[in-house]
């Protein structure tokens, strides 16, 4: 049986420094970001720019689990609201496996001092930093298993993961 394992959160909160962690400890492992598939130029945001993501997103978790090379997908992207989780779930043929939903949440402050340590490195604007606080508590309300990372390391976050997981497994 493969594990699909889904991980969420704002921007900024350490979705994919814990997913590259993660798939240290995983074996038979890839590593997918939802952000790839949003690499556009221009980035246009509409109902058929979504549409197309998703399916490409939808797309290429299918081909990886209908491969028998690997036993763990990782999946992370920001799915800021439950409808987003269940557009990429209905795209997703049905194939035997187990399904993980994480959500990276922090405090606001810690959130913010993350943000800002990205915008000094050139990695992101400052802009990015309303959006991102703003969204914070969606993540609260999904029907997803929550983890604080306001005080812990990426590392440490994809340890309490694949804990998770071994535990279920």
């Known amino acids: 049986m493969k594990n699909l394992i889904f ?14 962690q993660l798939q240290k400890l995983m074996p038979d492992c890839v590593f997918l970001d939802g952000d790839w598939c949003w690499d556009m130029s221009p980035f246009i945001v509409n109902d058929e720019t ?23 997908i990782i999946f992370c992207w920001v799915m800021h609201e439950q409808s987003v989780i269940d557009d990429v779930l209905s ?26 340590k990205d915008i000094k490195m050139g990695i992101r604007t400052k802009d990015v930093i309303n959006r991102s606080v703003s969204r914070l508590k969606n993540y609260y309300q999904m029907d997803t298993e929550k983890i604080d990372v306001s005080n812990i390391s990426a590392k440490e976050a994809a340890e309490i993961i694949f804990k998770h997981i071994m535990h279920k497994s």
Request: aromatic letters at 10%; one cysteine or more; proline letters at 0%.
């Open 91 to 116: 795209r997703l043929e049905k194939h035997d496996y187990i399904l993980y939903k994480f959500s990276l949440v922090c405090s606001e402050q810690a959130l913010i001092s993350r943000i800002s």
């Open 7 to 20: 991980i969420n959160g704002t921007m900024g909160v350490g979705k994919t420094a814990t997913s590259r």
């Open 50 to 72: 979504q549409n197309m993501v998703i399916d490409n997103i939808g797309y290429l978790i299918n081909n990886f689990i209908s491969c028998s090379v690997y036993k763990n």
